[in-house]
Nanobody, 118 residues
Framework: QVQFVESGGGLVQVGGSLSLSCAAS????????LAWYRQAPGKQRKLVAG???????NYADSVKGRFTISRDNAKNTVLLRMNRLTPDDTAVYYC????????????WGQGTQVTVSS
């Protein structure tokens, strides 16, 4: 079964930057859209950005122009570069396929916490 392990979160001030990394186990992942999601306290988990195996990207409107998603198919990793962070970006960030659960069912990794202080 595929597992996603997220890392790179932390505490950052408004306007700062962070880079998140997701390591995925398994093979054939370049056939899937891989994506970052986030879940803020008391809110539903939402898609932040996705990337196809060929490198086509899509972003939530709230992060367009600030976040950049990339992937390395050979290493099975997905990165999320986040710039100009705001308190609204505070959340636990997860990676998965898009749609989610294609490879992991209902299971999600532990995620990585991003906290933006004002």
């Amino acid at each position: 079964q595929v597992q996603f392990v997220e890392s790179g979160g932390g505490l950052v001030q408004v306007g700062g930057s962070l880079s998140l990394s997701c390591a995925a186990s398994g093979s054939g992942l370049d056939n899937y859209i891989l994506a970052w999601y986030r879940q803020a306290p008391g809110k539903q988990r939402k898609l932040v950005a996705g990337i196809t195996g060929g490198g086509t990207t899509n972003y939530a409107d709230s992060v367009k122009g600030r976040f950049t998603i990339s992937r390395d198919n050979a290493k099975n990793t997905v990165l999320l570069r986040m710039n100009r962070l705001t308190p609204d970006d505070t959340a636990v960030y997860y990676c998965n396929t898009d749609p989610s659960g294609l490879l992991t069912g209902d299971f999600w990794g532990q995620g990585t916490q991003v906290t933006v202080s004002s």
